[in-house]
């Protein structure tokens, strides 16, 4: 995973609410088999709109996407994680993430930052008026700036350390393999196995 | 002080305790279910890091998401390439049919007679088990908590930590009571129940918490009903739903190919019934619904919350306070194509969808067969009976529910989600109208443009004899 300590781009004032994983990808795209390559299907729907944001030249390139509350509900899909960082999205700004996105962005390195929402109106209202600026994410200082803007952001400080060093969760787990196999050695015997059984 | 279920099963699956400030404790899987969509990049991202399967032994597949409900064991017979014809499917059950094969796990294929939706093929064979910790790449995964078990959804990363490592880094979940008392009325279901509790506390409202379902009413609930509620909880943004164990629990585990028999079946019942929450456990949160108000539920928006008893009128956006919630019923009601003020029961459906893991076992299949036996679906109404497994369908047929759907004209399917999700042929045309027994009514969720109605299997049933939205008390 490619550590993150600030990233600059430009930011993306998504104004709803709400956006749940069905239009950040539609299951359609869900059946690739490939783990990259997922850029086509960003918010497919909605770009289908010639008025929709990402198709307003300015805002094409953009990687840092403030979006409404609630951004990431529904399914568990770690595609949609996939499809934002596949367009270019390194950050997502939001006042409440679903608790699945969240966990999924923060695995893959895409920040997903919490802000008040009386900040990000803010943030939309300096990126509408500036189309197409630049938006630093700091990391470290935990903070976002457009301009002369500069507002904070919460994000827990494990996920925060595992993305600013760039750590893998699996070899993580690994380090506490004698730990697995104690636990194993002691589970009850009755639990059950998905061996087939012989009958 | 006392701890609740879902703390009791968390403790007692601490690989090792997280330190310092937002460390997640490194929790143990005891089962893992997958499926062909979310599994090929975790199996991937093995062979890519030269990892294998820790406990093929507590990882089983099915095929479900994608499979067509449509076939014939001839056409089986000749492969997938004749069973499924959309070239980017087949490629998903290809891809997982390899990866089981090449990693060593156990896999239900189309045709298999415990092949169908993963939520309803754990609980069947009995590997869903009180105090165990179970997960999938699905967020329905929440099902299996109506068995004690902590049971949740997770992405595709997950996966492969599971795969690789039987243990995922998680920090505890919030804890939240939705005590449902009282008795819920003849004809009102464990769907029109969830619907309800999800209007009550919003898509948002049970984020980062495991719900435990309890209260008389929950109590009174068969283990299929109870796996109805626990499904959807994560339509209430909750992480898991749980219900502690208890006869009810333990009766339809006994005998079950995968439940523990003899001296291990006293042992464990023993373990279970010690699962319960503590009398003097506190929950973060706390949620009272009486089930005596309850009435039949549907949904008239695009989200599982935007719910209201079948006796309603459509909301007028502008008298919603909530300045988001407004927007989004706004947003809705155009996308379903419904004005404010008009009567749910006039609404007329196009389709009827009985299935899915929130649906589509046999408790349900019975109740629907049983509104239907006699009746006729209403001209111009398609309806779709999809099985959750073929278990189940096995078990239709031997009573006899078949025959009823037939004769009133709805197509009797194989096993698979179907229309639940528009992964498969079994679509919402643009425009068209659905009531549908599965759990979400998201913009596009059963193809694109399509509009989806959520309802019970009686809602369902009754529907499709009139043509609008109705319950069984609607029909003479």
Known sequence: ???????????????????????????????????????????????????????????????????????????????????????????????????IFRGNAGKQGLVAAVCEQSDVELLWKVLEQQPGMSVTVDLREKTVQAGELIVPFQIDDYTRWRLLEGLDDIALSLRAESEIDSFEAARAKWLPTTTPLNH | MGRTLAEKVWDAHVVRKGGGTDEPDLLYIDLHLVHEVTSPQAFDGLRLAGRQVRRPDLTIATEDHNVPTVWSANLLAQGTGAAISDPVSRTQV?????????????????????????????????????????????????????????????????????????????????????????????????????????????????????????????????????????????????????????????????????????????????????????????????????????????????????????????????????????????????????????????????TVFLGSCTNGRIEDLRAAAEVLRGRQVAGGVRMLVVPGSMRVRRQAEDEGLDTIFEAAGAEWRQAGCSMCLAMNPDKLAPGERSASTSNRNFEGRQGKGGRTHLVSPLVAAATAVRGTLSSPDDLF
């Open chain 1, 1 to 99: 995973m490619e550590a993150f300590t600030t990233h600059t781009g430009v930011g993306v004032p998504l104004r709803r609410s709400n956006v749940d994983t069905d239009q950040i990808i539609p299951a359609v795209y869900l059946k690739r088999v490939t783990r990259s390559g997922f850029e086509d299907a960003l918010f497919a729907a909605w770009r289908n709109d010639p008025g929709f944001i990402l198709n307003q030249e300015p805002f094409r390139p953009g990687s840092v996407l403030v979006a409404g509350p609630d951004f990431g509900t529904g399914s568990s899909r770690e595609h949609a994680v996939w499809a934002l960082g596949d367009y270019g999205f390194r950050v997502v700004i939001s006042s409440r993430f679903a608790d």
């Open chain 2, 94 to 350: 290809d891809t997982l049919r390899r990866n089981c094969e090449e990693f060593g796990v156990r896999l239900h294929p189309m045709g298999d007679v415990d092949q169908g939706i993963v939520h309803v093929v754990g609980p069947q064979l009995g590997l869903t088990q009180p105090g165990m910790t179970v997960v999938c790449g699905d967020s329905h995964t929440s099902t299996h908590g109506a068995f004690g078990a902590l049971a949740f959804g997770i992405g595709t990363s997950e996966v492969e930590h599971v795969l690789a490592t039987q243990t995922l880094p998680l920090r505890p979940f919030r804890t939240m009571a939705v005590t449902v008392q009282g008795e819920l009325h003849p004809g009102v279901t464990a769907k029109d129940l969830i619907l309800a509790v999800i209007a009550e506390i919003g898509t948002a409202g049970g984020q980062g918490h495991v719900l435990e379902y309890r209260g008389d009413a929950i109590r009174k609930l068969s283990m299929e009903a109870r796996m109805t509620i626990c499904n959807m909880s994560i339509e209430a943004g909750a992480r898991a739903g749980m219900i502690a164990p208890d006869a009810t629990t333990f009766e339809y585990l006994k005998g079950r190919p995968h439940a523990p028999q003899g001296a291990d079946w006293d042992a464990a019942v023993e373990y279970w019934t010690g699962l319960a929450t503590d009398e003097d456990a506190e929950f973060d949160r706390e949620v009272i619904i009486n089930a005596d108000e309850l009435a039949p539920f549907v949904t008239w928006g695009t989200n599982p919350g935007q719910g209201l008893p079948l006796d309603a009128t459509i909301p007028f956006p502008e008298q919603i306070a909530d300045e988001n919630e407004r927007a989004a019923a706004e947003s809705a009601l155009s996308y379903m194509d419904l004005a404010p003020g008009t009567p749910l029961r006039e609404i007329s459906v196009d």
